[in-house]
């Protein structure tokens, strides 16, 4: 990661990043480990400084679950029946033919 990123991660959390910066920086933060964790890095930090910390901490957490997520067995749904909607394809044909017909009557009527 870049000293630049870096501070400009800083300058965020900080609220002196200007806006127009705001959306690629939460962009970097997200597409890129080193800047994530420089952005957990900061608030624990932050939280230290303001004694504002939980009474345990497992840096790991968000690992840990993201790990026991993917060692969960993946259940595949049944597909879904599909019907057919003879009822609604009829009703959707009428609509389009009278929205055809009455642009054909105020055409007619304006050329009048």
């Not at 200007?18 to 624990?44: F, G, K, P």
Request: proline residues 4%.
């Amino acid at each position: 990661m870049t000293k630049q990123i870096d501070e400009q991660i800083s300058a965020f959390m900080d609220g002196e990043l200007h806006e127009s910066e705001h959306t690629a920086i939460i962009q970097q933060i997200c597409r890129n480990d080193e800047s994530l964790s420089c952005w957990q890095n900061y608030h624990l930090i932050s939280d230290t400084l303001r004694n504002n910390l939980p009474p345990a901490i497992d840096n790991q957490f968000a690992q840990s679950i993201m790990k026991a997520l993917e060692n969960e067995p993946t259940v595949f749904a049944p597909a879904a029946i599909k019907h057919k909607s003879t009822v609604k394809q009829k009703i959707a044909g009428a609509a389009i033919a009278a929205s055809v017909a009455a642009v054909a009557v105020i055409g007619v009527q304006t050329m009048n």
